[in-house]
C-alpha cells in the first residue's frame, strides 16, 4: 500500500512539474546576436525585413547609461526590453512600429543593456516587467 501511494504521488508531482514546464514561458531565447560595437548598435536590426521567432539582438554599452533607441530604417515592428545588469526587465516597448520614426524611446532608468526581438514576443511569452531572462550578459 505504501508503495502504491508513493508511486502515485510521484506520478502526480510529475505531472505537475511537467504542467509548470509546459505552461510557462521560456526566460531564453535560442539564437542571440550581441551588438557591442558602435558599429554594431547604430545598425541593430535595421534594414532586416523579418525577425525569427526566437531570435534576439543583445545591445551592450560600455557603462549604464540613458540609451534612446529609434526606428530609423527599420522595415519591421519589434519589442524593446531595458535590461538590470542581471537580467531582468525594467521596461519594455511593446510593438514599436517604423512609423514611430524619427521619435526616440528611452529606459525608464540608466541600463547597460537592451534587447529587441521580433514584435510581440512580450505578450507570446509572458515577459513583463520583473521578468529575469537567461541572456549572455557580460
Given amino acids: 500500500m505504501r508503495s502504491t501511494l508513493l508511486t502515485c504521488g510521484a506520478l502526480v508531482l510529475a505531472g505537475i ?3 509548470f514546464a509546459l505552461s510557462h514561458p521560456p526566460y531564453s531565447l535560442t539564437h542571440i546576436e550581441i551588438a557591442d560595437t558602435p558599429a554594431a548598435r547604430e545598425q541593430g536590426l535595421s ?3 523579418e525577425i525569427p521567432e ?3 539582438m543583445l545591445f551592450v554599452f560600455p557603462d549604464t547609461g540613458d540609451y534612446g533607441f ?3 530604417d ?3 515592428s519589434i519589442d524593446v526590453f531595458w535590461l ?3 537580467g531582468t526587465i525594467v521596461g519594455i516597448e511593446r510593438e514599436l512600429s517604423p512609423d514611430t ?3 526616440a ?3 525608464p532608468l540608466p541600463v547597460r543593456y537592451v534587447l529587441e526581438t521580433r514584435a510581440g514576443m512580450a505578450t507570446a511569452r509572458g515577459w513583463t516587467v520583473g521578468t529575469t531572462l537567461t541572456l549572455p550578459l557580460r
Avoid: A, C, Q, T
Wanted: hydrophobic letters at 35%; zero cysteines.
Fill in 47 to 49: 534594414g532586416r525585413i
Fill in 54 to 56: 526566437d531570435y534576439g
Fill in 105 to 107: 524611446v528611452h529606459p
Fill in 101 to 103: 520614426y524619427p521619435e
Fill in 17 to 19: 512539474l511537467g504542467f
Fill in 84 to 86: 538590470s545588469d542581471n
Fill in 74 to 76: 527599420m522595415k519591421v
Fill in 70 to 72: 529609434w526606428m530609423k
